[in-house]
């Protein structure tokens, strides 16, 4: 099964330095898109930037966000929270990540900031969301919600995206 892609559109090459600076400005990671083919299409209702036919990012709210493949392809360095093994089946279950399951975190990252969550033994991207308090809240607070989640592995555009790849 191929998923539709609505209002498909390859990116200029200055459409496509926007993107990239509007990522890097954020995040730490190797980005080399200028010679890919990069294009916007809607699925189920959700904007998507295709990087060589990968959906690498979604809108949310006109802010670029990464998806997983998107984590998973470009690998940023910093932004990351990194959780114990026993918070991988909320996390992947769509919970927002708790500060008590954090075990470290990106000293850096300040309160609304995009972060990706990884887990403590593969460190393999896991969901994306946004801070609800600073880096090193995350790793020194005993109790309270740390991360209000987007998108995660195994949701509905995950598995969407996952059937048409």
């Known amino acids: 099964m191929c998923a539709k892609i609505k209002n498909r559109h390859r990116l200029k090459n200055k459409e496509i330095r926007g993107l990239k600076e509007e990522i890097l400005e954020n ?22 930037v295709f990087v060589n036919h990968e959906p690498c990012f979604i809108f949310k709210n006109s802010e670029l966000v990464f998806t997983i493949f998107g984590l998973n392809r470009f690998r940023p360095k910093n932004k990351y929270v990194v959780v114990d093994m026993g918070a ?9 990540i708790m500060s008590p399951g954090v075990v470290d975190a990106d000293e850096n990252i300040s309160k609304g900031d995009q972060v990706w969550v990884c ?14 308090i600073d880096g090193d809240s995350m790793k020194n607070n005993k109790k309270g919600k740390a991360i209000d989640t987007f998108l995660y ?13």
Do not use: Q
């Open 88 to 96: 991988v089946k909320f996390v992947t279950n769509g919970a927002d």
């Open 119 to 132: 887990d403590l033994r593969n460190k393999k991207p896991l969901a994306v969301g946004f801070a609800l």
């Open 153 to 165: 592995v195994g949701d509905s555009l995950w598995n969407y995206l996952a059937k048409s790849l």
């Open 27 to 48: 995040f730490d990671c190797v980005l080399n898109i200028e010679h890919s083919v990069v294009e916007t299409g809607i699925i189920a209702d959700n904007k998507i």
